[in-house]
């Protein structure tokens, strides 16, 4: 939302005003059932937003996602977990000594979650990022099943296939709401700025492209770096509202959620991912129904495990067919088109 006029910038204010006034009254008000699926909103957004980055902006078939989440997840779960909760999880072998009595501050643990998930994202892009296109999707698949496998047994640091269990709860609205806030308007900027112009023109036509001047390497990785951190912080905000995490979480399965997000809302639309990352917090809450057996007192249907996923499926079956730029195509809802009565710009993203 690159702001041009203090009404634009007042309106903003307001409504961020808003929201956070929404979830003080959420937070006394609501149930824990309703706040974490408001939570999963949250999250959802995040990671989205992630993935809409390299994606969407940028043009990189990126699949890699779950496993920066991965990342994530387990650095925050390492770094606020209590040595008594430690030494509960780690019953079969021992943890390690150097990490046992480790404990740092959530915003510590959120910021160091990125940075690892970026570090380990820059290594990863580096070599990873000369593929294009179907190569590249493979590539980063790999890498996130390599996670998952690689947390499995490294069993002093991550417990393995046991997972870590325990955690405290500290993600909150005004965690998980101010970071998706945080990730918005940076987004927002970002497209909006010559970098967020150069990503764009990779998208298009990398030989085009480069030939214009733009440094593919570095775009590339930068992009990617910054996919990862987002992905990373995302996961560990997931990790502390759940409090139980394992390797299993983060298979493929969770990539291609996201990735359904991306494309229900829209290649390229941040405003597309916001909103479908909360039709899908409240769809997937809501259809959690046909895995359970339901009782009509006079007939018993079994719940069919697996089902919601196939539900998601047929709907992205039918978005790719029926709507196949998604709910915002590359459109943004922005005031200048509010104030003018038109709705949604194209391509003036991301404006507020």
């Keep these: 939302m690159k702001l041009k006029s203090r009404k634009e910038i007042m309106l903003t204010i307001l409504a961020i005003a808003l929201l956070f006034l929404f979830i003080f009254w959420a937070q006394g008000n609501l149930d824990a059932y309703k706040i974490r699926i408001l939570n999963l909103c949250a999250i959802n957004i ?3 937003l992630s993935l809409n980055l390299t994606n969407g902006f940028t043009g990189l078939f990126s699949l890699g996602t779950a496993g920066f989440m991965s990342i994530g997840a387990y650095t925050s779960a390492i770094l606020t977990m209590s040595r008594e909760a430690k030494e509960m999880n780690f019953f079969m072998q021992p943890m390690e000594p150097s990490l046992l009595n480790i404990n740092a501050p959530f915003i510590v ?3 160091l979650a990125g940075a690892f998930a970026a570090i380990v994202g820059f290594l ?3 070599p990873v990022l000369k593929l294009r296109g179907d190569y590249l999707a493979i590539a980063t698949l790999g890498f996130g099943e390599i996670i998952a496998v690689l947390f499995t047994n490294t069993q002093s640091i991550t417990n393995g296939a046991l997972g870590l269990k325990g955690l405290p709860q500290y993600t909150n609205l005004y965690w998980s709401w101010g970071i998706a ?8 900027n ?5 970098y967020g112009r150069a990503f764009k023109a990779i998208r298009e036509d990398e030989t085009a492209a480069q030939a214009m001047g733009i440094n ?11 996919s990862a951190f987002i992905a990373g912080i995302g996961g560990a905000l997931l990790a502390n509202l759940l409090s139980t995490i394992d390797p299993t979480m983060f298979r493929f399965f969770y990539t291609y959620q996201v990735l359904l997000i991306v494309v229900l809302g829209g290649l390229g639309s941040i405003t597309g991912s916001v909103l479908s990352g909360c039709i899908m917090a409240i769809l997937m809450e809501a259809l959690r129904s046909v895995e359970s057996t339901l009782d009509l007192g006079f007939v018993v249907i079994p719940g069919i495990p ?6 998601f499926s047929l709907i992205l079956i039918c978005v790719v067919i ?3 730029n998604g709910i915002m195509g590359e459109n943004e809802i922005s005031w200048k088109s509010i104030l003018a009565g038109r709705g949604r710009d194209r391509h003036e993203s991301t404006k507020c």
């Design 46 to 48: 995040i990671l989205a």
């Design 109 to 111: 643990a959120l910021l």
């Design 124 to 126: 990863v892009g580096a």
């Design 181 to 188: 806030v945080i990730v918005i308007l940076g987004l927002v």
């Design 190 to 194: 970002l497209v909006n700025s010559s």
């Design 216 to 226: 593919l390497f570095k775009h590339k990785t930068l992009v990617f770096s910054l």
């Design 306 to 311: 697996g089902m919601r996923m196939v539900i």
């Design 322 to 324: 029926f709507l196949r």
